[in-house]
């Protein structure tokens, strides 16, 4: 039989059988939702606290010729050594944080157009280690913007597009989607180049079921960027992919993934939509490249789970569905999973038993 997760008319997962068919999961998570609150308030890497000896890096950004914090800045960080990738925001206040890092040497860069790299390296070998990164601006550039530079555009920010945006994170955290929609609106009127509100106005309106603005907000976003915040070009492919359009969708993902192949956000929608395609083995390949950059991201495994679904390879399915409730025991979708780990068991036990 078939066992598929599948999207109700208001986002929502449901279970369903279908008689005569081998096991499989079709994933289709409430994306949006699950990225806004990857990002808000603060802008951290997804992280679970870890049973081996990892530990964290963590650190703040700062603008040298004002020492004011760099707000919305990307971090990145890379160990050949151990396979890892990340890149995360900083907050409001230039704050940034990884968790969940085994030892080895780091490599972390902040290359933010406008502003010459920061770079530098922490040998982790204990439970944590705090930075301090600072950009500089080349003086032919310091009033000088071009194109996409978060960091000289904070000081632009009018305080009023600044608190309706705070507000409306607040309001979409405590589940007031209607109110943070009023908010980011509001932001981007008080400053109309403000795409990180463009941003969250079409998360809002996804979440909404108002699927027409939050295209026009996520690509005012791009507009407003330059094309350079790959969070909206992702929000649009994963609208795509909600309108049944997966080729279209894998093709939008990987535009985005040029702008920041960093994301894990990205691949795991690209994995989503392979596999509406009928192609696990490259949603297989996706959904790795997201554990690559984060290796505590539930919803890959919900990918890979899929992935072995389609090749009938149930042992492995039931190691993925291990691996989501390992990080994830309580999760909205947690139950639905473990449902669908019981069918597993049960088709496993049948095959036991015809061997």
Not at 213 to 222: P, S
Request: glycine residues 6%.
């Amino acid at each position: 039989m078939r066992y598929e997760f599948a999207r109700t008319e208001n986002l929502s997962l449901r279970l369903g059988f279908l008689p005569s068919q081998p096991l499989r999961f079709l994933l289709n998570v409430v994306l949006i939702t699950w990225l806004l609150m990857a990002r808000v308030p603060v802008a951290k890497a997804q992280a679970a606290d870890s049973e081996t000896k990892d530990g964290t890096i963590s650190g703040t950004v700062l603008l040298k010729a004002s020492n004011r914090p760099a707000s919305q800045v990307a971090v990145k960080l890379k160990s050949h050594v151990a396979g890892i990738f990340r890149s995360v925001l900083t907050d409001l206040e230039g704050h940034f944080e990884v968790r969940s890092l085994p030892p080895s040497t780091y490599e972390i860069m902040v290359d933010e157009p406008g502003y010459e790299p920061a770079q530098t390296s922490a040998k982790l070998d204990g439970a944590s280690s705090k930075l301090v990164l600072y950009l500089n601006s080349p003086h032919t550039m310091q009033t000088e913007r071009n194109g996409y530079t978060v960091s000289a555009r904070e000081l632009k920010i009018p305080g009023k597009a600044r608190r309706e945006f705070e507000k409306g994170l607040g309001s979409l955290a405590k589940q007031d989607v209607a109110g943070s929609l009023s908010h980011f609106t509001k932001a981007t009127e008080a400053f109309p180049d403000y795409y990180e509100a463009y941003y969250h106005v079409g998360v809002a309106a996804t979440r909404l079921g108002q699927r027409d603005e939050a295209m026009q907000a996520f690509q005012k976003a791009i507009d407003a960027s330059g094309g350079r915040y790959a969070l909206a070009e992702f929000g649009i492919g994963y609208l795509v992919y909600l309108e049944g359009k997966p080729e279209e969708a894998a093709t939008i993902i990987r535009r985005g993934l040029e702008v920041d192949p960093s994301s894990p956000d990205g691949y795991l929608i690209l994995g989503m939509a392979q596999l509406r395609l009928n192609r696990p083995d490259e949603a297989e390949r996706s959904a790795r490249e997201a554990l690559l950059r984060n290796p505590n991201f539930p919803h890959a495994y919900l990918v890979l789970s899929d992935a072995c679904g389609y090749r009938h390879e149930y042992r492995a399915q039931l190691r993925d569905l291990d691996a989501y409730l390992k990080l994830e025991p309580n999760g909205a979708e947690s139950e639905h999973v473990r449902k669908a780990r019981e069918v597993v068991l049960r088709i496993l036990a049948k095959s036991h038993l015809e061997d």
